[in-house]
């Protein structure tokens, strides 16, 4: 641990080292642009598009690449079917510059393809949440008006009711019954009855940096969720900020370069692709620095540990909940860890004491870290690892240099103080473009090139992000974004229902778990696996609340006349507290 007066020797020597690190003849050089009627700092000499970011894999084609299962590819082997997938896409099914195409498919290798193949041509790429049932699946295809889904088995059936109806071309990722098969074309025997693209072909689309990339759907505070468009530059401008901020801890603390590492990088991918933590940080982090990204097929603790010992695995990355469960797998301690030199997190808060056991129980080498971004920021916020992060603990990091800039407000918009608390603002070039459809939406949150969080926080003496709570109302649930109002939504649906109100409560392992309070019609009766069975079949599983408490009288309200939310989230804790005196509900 650091004291005040050594971090902030650190944080004018980091002052110095961020001046150097970017200055005009520096590999990650910076200049400023207007974007948007904004002006932005922007790094000079990065790839322009993700097509010039994948071409970086053929600096060693023949590295490992991507590792699923039984399936292993080399980068240059990826690549090929990544272009060859493009030509099907321009050829047979005429995707073009703009053109919407979604993946509806849990992690795979078929996935990063598909990925890797629309945004080379200039369409863009629409990411669908894999835990989404049939309606969400259809409301996120038709918003997006995307011409084509590459989807797998089961998100395929799920939205089969839908396909005709929304006038969607489908590739199937894994061949199903003869006469789906005789309707949709599989997607490995497409690839094989093609020509890659050359790269005279992928130089003729003429991406640009600014042109769109990415719809990324996710949940807020109303009840549908929004569709986070992206561009090129935003999301290479996130990747090499991550880079910068690894060099530049790396000259401060020399002790940290590994000098001829005896394995290749490797990065267990174990969350979803379809979260800008799995697409971002994880896979497309990957041609940055040439690593190889070993996919679960879903997250299990054991699992994750015989992949950290088998594949050399480097980074472990996730959100906490994953670090908390690794700890206390009864395999860890029997489990070699000596390749891991970071276990880092992001995508929700880490409690401290998850970070006092995690120093006891990894490596020294490998090293903690915690990020803070959103979807509408490509992930980039703050981000803190290592010594900084061990004096820190309830922080978060600050402002991801070189590009990021981060300010506190307050109701009326002034910019606050240091230690003054109000709401996170964020400003930089991996700023969204807006949300897909909603300029409404995006009005509410975007103000001068600032983006409006919602995150209730403050920066400390020392300009350390510290988050207390959020102004959206949302639960986040291991990592995952659950609006309150789709839920209440989905709830009101019942007809026993007459009023519901959603919110979370503490969790040791998932941070947060939602929760329903619930007013039913008079002579009405429901209980909680009832109303569990009818919201299965509207709601994703992890958005289903975990405690239901049913009552026939009206909800508290404050004086406004909302629903009393916070007093309903005191009543459940302090009632499951009672009922369990052992579980950890304590309030931050």
């Keep these: 641990m650091l004291s005040d007066q050594e971090i902030r020797k650190d944080l004018a020597q980091l002052k110095e080292i ?22 932005l700092p922007v790094f000079s000499k990065v790839p322009t598009n993700l097509g010039e970011l994948y071409r970086l894999g053929l600096q060693n ?17 990826t690549i090929d079917l990544s272009r060859r997938l493009g030509r099907i896409l321009v050829e047979r099914y005429g995707i073009g510059r703009g053109d919407r195409v979604a993946i509806c498919a849990r992690n795979s290798t078929e996935w990063c393809i598909s990925y890797m193949a629309v945004t080379q041509i200039g369409a863009i790429v629409v990411p669908m949440n894999s835990w989404w049932k049939g309606p969400e699946l259809e409301y996120g295809l038709r918003d997006s008006g995307s011409r084509l889904v590459i989807a797998d088995l089961t998100r395929f059936h799920a939205i089969k009711p839908y396909i005709g109806e929304l006038g969607v071309e489908v590739i199937l990722i894994k061949p199903g019954t003869s006469e789906d098969a005789r309707l949709y074309p599989e997607f490995f ?6 020509e890659p693209l050359s790269q005279a072909e992928i130089d003729a689309f003429d991406v640009q940096a600014d042109q769109d990339a990415s719809i990324m759907y996710t949940s807020g505070s109303t009840g549908e969720p929004k569709g986070v468009l992206s561009s090129h530059r935003a999301i290479i401008s996130a990747l090499y900020t991550w880079k910068f901020v690894k060099e530049i801890n790396e000259i401060l603390r020399p002790e940290l370069v590994e000098k001829n590492p005896p394995w290749q990088p490797a990065l267990l991918a174990n969350v979803p692709l379809f979260h800008v ?29 015989a992949l950290i010992e088998k594949e050399r695995i480097s980074i472990l990355h996730g959100v906490p909940t994953m670090t908390w469960e690794v700890m206390h797998s009864r395999q860890f301690d029997n489990t070699d860890l000596s390749s891991l030199r970071s276990v880092q997190s992001g995508g929700a808060p880490r409690p401290p004491e998850h970070l006092s056991m995690m120093t006891r129980k990894f490596p020294e080498k490998a090293l903690p870290g915690l990020g803070y971004g959103l979807t509408e920021t490509n992930a980039i916020g703050a981000i803190i690892s290592g010594k900084f992060y061990l004096s820190r603990p309830n922080s978060t990091g600050r402002p991801s240099p070189p590009l990021t800039e981060i300010k506190i407000v307050d109701e009326a918009g002034n910019t606050l103080a240091n230690e003054q608390i ?45 988050i207390l709570d959020r ?9 995952e974004n659950i609006g309150c109002a789709e839920v209440e939504y989905a709830i009101h649906e019942h007809p026993a229902v007459s009023e519901a109100s959603v919110y979370g409560i503490p969790d040791e392992r998932l941070g947060e778990i939602p929760c329903a309070t619930v007013m039913l019609k008079p002579d009405r009766s429901l209980d909680q696996s009832e109303l569990k069975r009818f919201l299965e079949s509207r709601l994703a599983a992890f958005k289903i609340p975990e405690h239901v408490f049913f009552q026939h009288e009206r909800l508290p309200r404050i004086a406004s006349g909302k629903i009393a939310k916070k007093s309903l989230r005191q009543q459940t804790i302090a009632m499951l507290r009672e009922d369990d005196p052992d579980d950890d509900l304590d309030e931050e």
């Design 277 to 305: 933590t799995g697409s971002h940080a994880q896979f497309l982090n990957c041609f940055v620095y040439l690593r190889k990204f070993v996919m679960m097929y879903k997250w299990d603790a054991e699992e994750a540990l």
């Design 422 to 466: 109000g709401e996170i603002c964020i400003k930089g070039p991996t700023i969204m473009k807006g949300y897909w459809n909603k300029p409404e939406a995006t009005e509410e949150v975007m103000e001068n090139g600032w983006f409006h969080t919602g995150d209730i926080g403050k920066l400390d003496e020392l300009g350390f992000l510290i």
């Design 18 to 39: 961020v001046a150097k690190h970017k200055a005009p003849d520096a590999e990650l050089a910076v200049h400023t642009e207007i974007i948007d009627g904004i002006e």
């Design 189 to 194: 025997k497409l690839l094989r009855s093609v």
């Design 61 to 77: 084609p023949s590295l490992p690449f991507l590792v699923y299962m039984n399936e292993r590819f080399s980068f240059g082997e």
């Design 471 to 479: 102004a959206k109302d949302i639960v986040i649930r291991g990592g």
